[in-house]
């Protein structure tokens, strides 16, 4: 069954580091979506990429976080320098076009020390 | 404004009794999409089911059902027959009407824990 790749799965690094995180969307799904999670809440969405283009980044905190689909498959998410209150799971979803129902993968764990 | 509410931060059940899991939404358009999504502690989110608002009948996938009420606005996920595999978050969402991005709206969620 296809699935969302994301890596890494933990990540600890110590505040006003660079931090990256990885997503291969389901193959042939041209909508890819970033969340940020904050334990016990729903998620928030950061940016919303339709292949390689970018649909909406109103929510991305843009001083320190970027976000790219170059060749609109993988997508890369990006945070410099990390703060204390990045610490949070990011997940990746993709849908096969933006009405359809979005997967998930299993996302990034990140600890901002 | 449009919203979804989960009323129910924390439930506790029995396995092997049905759970419902309440969803109350908030849309003047009659054309909507509703999910419920499950997370485990390990933090994926997994899709379980989608009901759209045309739809005629209530969504099923093997245990779980969506018992909608478009009058009332709600869309509640039923669980028949828990396992405590089932112990996880729970999310309700919604694709907003007139929204031609597609964005979700989630909840709160609901924390859903299985007492053997």
């Known amino acids: 069954e296809a699935e969302v790749a994301q890596s890494p799965r933990y990540k600890i690094t110590e505040k006003s580091q660079a931090v990256a995180f990885w997503c291969d969307p389901i193959?042939?799904?041209?909508?890819l979506y970033w969340y940020r999670q904050i334990l016990g809440q729903g998620p928030e969405l950061l940016v919303q990429?339709?292949?390689?283009?970018?649909?909406?980044d109103s929510q991305l905190p843009k001083d320190r976080f970027s976000a790219e689909r170059l060749k609109g498959v993988d997508s890369t998410l990006k945070i410099q320098p990390a703060e204390l209150g990045d610490s949070a799971m990011y997940l990746c979803?993709?849908?096969?076009?933006?009405?359809?129902?979005?997967?998930f993968g299993p996302g990034t764990r990140l600890l901002v020390l | 404004a449009q919203k979804i509410t989960q009323t129910q931060p924390g439930m506790f059940v029995q396995e092997k009794e049905a759970v419902t899991l309440d969803c109350t939404y908030d849309?003047?358009?009659?054309?909507?999409?509703l999910f419920w999504y499950k997370q485990p502690s390990s933090g994926e989110m997994i899709f379980l089911i989608y009901?759209?608002?045309?739809d005629q009948q209530n969504a099923t996938e093997g245990r779980y059902s969506l018992n909608f009420q478009k009058a009332r606005k709600s869309a509640n996920l039923v669980i028949s027959a828990s396992q405590l595999g089932d112990s996880a978050m729970y999310f309700c969402?919604?694709?907003?009407?007139?929204?031609?991005?597609?964005?979700?709206?989630w909840g709160a969620g609901t924390k859903l824990i299985i007492k053997p």
């Open positions: 979803a993709s849908s096969l076009e933006g009405m359809e129902t979005q997967y």
């Open positions: 193959s042939g799904h041209a909508t």
């Open positions: 990429f339709q292949d390689e283009s970018v649909v909406d």
């Open positions: 849309t003047s358009d009659p054309s909507y999409g």
């Open positions: 009901q759209g608002s045309y």
């Open positions: 969402a919604m694709f907003p009407p007139g929204d031609s991005n597609y964005q979700l709206i």
